[in-house]
């Protein structure tokens, strides 16, 4: 079983809130990436990050930001929330070895009033 | 457009029966081919990964194949049972960028009932 942990699993806030989604594993993987999926949708990529200080985005444009500063944590942050950020995030880890799988969590499902 | 469809979008057998799921793409050039289990509320766990040159690929109860020519895919669930129950999600990835770029379908949702 894969050791990423995402916090928190639920979510119900209102309108301009600040937002930090935690992820956190502990298998030491270089790679990590934040999803976001809606019911009966394909997970879309938004952000990705090859390891510390690297931050990319991903295909979907996303009002998030998120951070690297050690290996094992890769927070998603929304500076103010809308009810168009509601959604499934999820966030997956994956070493450099080609073909390997990548790890998911088990999401964070977003609320925002 | 999405370059990786599934069929069926959802499904429904009966606990002991047998069912196939299939996975079309179009992603190229092609590196690996996913398919990965999410259970309800859950994130997606991997299943199985083949390459190009794997035809078949076994795990427990859950074989995939894969026809990199038709760029067809499918995953046979055998002898399901109730916790099969879940959505399967067949994912493509191209290697002609390094990040190895994942295409995702929007899974089959399978029901397995007592």
């Known amino acids: 079983e894969a050791d990423i942990y995402q916090t928190p699993r639920y979510l119900v806030i209102g309108t301009g809130k600040k937002i930090t989604l935690e992820c956190s594993q502990t298998m030491g993987h270089d790679k990590m990436y934040w999803y976001q999926q809606d019911p009966g949708m394909e997970l879309h990529l938004i952000h990705y990050?090859?390891?510390?200080?690297?931050?990319e985005k991903g295909d979907l444009s996303s009002e998030s930001t998120v951070s690297r500063i050690r290996t094992e944590h890769f927070p998603l942050t929304l500076e103010s929330a809308r009810p168009s950020h509601t959604s499934q995030y999820l966030c997956a880890s994956s070493d450099d070895r080609e073909g390997q799988p990548q790890h998911f969590g088990d999401g964070t499902r977003l609320s925002i009033l | 457009k999405n370059q990786v469809e599934q069929s069926p979008q959802s499904l429904i057998i009966l606990e002991g029966k047998n069912c196939t799921l299939q996975?079309?793409?179009?992603?190229?050039?092609?590196?690996?081919l996913r398919w990965y289990k999410q259970d309800t509320g859950r994130g997606p766990v991997s299943l199985t990964i083949?390459?190009?040159?794997?035809n078949t690929k076994s795990n427990g109860r859950y074989t995939a194949t894969l026809d990199a020519d038709t760029k067809q895919s499918s995953l046979h669930i055998t002898a399901s049972q109730l916790s099969d129950s879940a959505s399967y999600i067949c994912?493509?990835?191209?290697?002609?960028?390094?990040?190895?770029?994942?295409?995702f379908g929007r899974g089959t949702q399978l029901t397995v009932w007592p």
């Open positions: 083949m390459t190009f040159s794997e």
């Open positions: 990050s090859y390891g510390v200080n690297s931050t």
């Open positions: 996975c079309n793409y179009t992603v190229s050039p092609f590196s690996n």
């Open positions: 994912v493509v990835i191209d290697r002609g960028s390094t990040l190895g770029r994942l295409y």
